[in-house]
């Protein structure tokens, strides 16, 4: 499967940012949104399994929103942003991955991902 991301910019904190990853089939794909900010390491945001499941990191979690439309788009709504929220997003599948979702290596595929860059 191929991943197209979009939706980065640049915002000041408090604003609010949509992200879409199109995938070129959905089929039993889990998708999940990963992001990597300058000298840091992966790290996970959110993920919606393909059961249905969702799943949100701590830091994220009352903020950010992924959902998932029967058009193959995964989208992360994300409110109220702050400026450890810059970095690279990144979308990823793999298909029916249930568990282990917050690991970076458990996904398969990735798009080639989306700036988001917050100031204060």
């Known amino acids: 499967v191929q991943l197209q991301a979009s939706g980065g910019g640049v915002v000041q904190a408090g604003d609010s940012l949509r992200l879409s990853c199109a995938a070129s089939?959905?089929?039993?794909?889990?998708m999940g949104w990963f992001r990597q900010a300058p000298g840091k390491e992966r790290e996970f945001v959110a993920a919606v399994t393909y059961s249905g499941n969702i799943y949100y990191a701590d830091s994220v979690k009352g903020r950010f929103t992924i959902s998932r439309d029967a058009n193959k788009l995964v989208y992360l709504q994300m409110n109220n942003l702050k400026p450890d929220d810059t970095a690279v997003y990144y979308c990823a599948a793999q298909l029916q991955r249930e568990t282990s979702v917050m690991v970076a290596s458990a996904w398969g595929y990735w798009g080639q991902g989306t700036l988001v860059t917050v100031s204060s």
């Open positions: 089939r959905r089929s039993a794909y889990s």
